[in-house]
């Protein structure tokens, strides 16, 4: 649609927000699962990856194990507290993101606007 950079990161950033948030969330509705392993992405890391691939490639997150966590005896290591500060910092990040790209739309619609009334 736009050949804008701006715009193209941005939604890149999206992308990677909603699948981390969508990890975040199976961990959770895992807690009582035995034997389930916290599993989440390396943010920075995936959101460069995304960045720097093709603009109409899929993208596929590598999503891993994360270790270190205190297990209970059923083998089960997801911490809820930790899980929702993640979610929480995973969602602001997301909202400001939204907001940069309305902002962008705004401008882009203010110069359109502006220039088809010369």
Do not use: W
Not at 8 to 17: E, G, Q, T
Not at 53 to 82: H, K, S
Request: glycine residues 6%.
């Amino acid at each position: 649609m736009l050949n804008d950079p701006s715009i193209d990161a941005l939604s890149r950033f999206l992308d990677v927000s909603v699948f981390r948030s969508g990890l975040i969330l199976s961990n959770m509705a895992n807690v009582d699962t035995p034997g389930y392993r916290t599993r989440d992405l390396n943010f920075s890391q995936e959101l460069e990856r995304a960045a720097s691939g093709p603009q109409d490639a899929v993208f596929t997150p590598a999503v891993r194990q994360i270790g270190g966590l205190i297990e209970r005896p059923d083998g089960n290591n997801v911490n809820l507290e930790r899980e929702s500060m993640l979610l929480a910092d995973t969602q602001l990040r997301f909202n400001a993101c939204v907001q940069l790209l309305r902002d962008r739309f705004k401008m882009l619609s203010s110069a359109i606007h502006e220039g088809s009334a010369q």
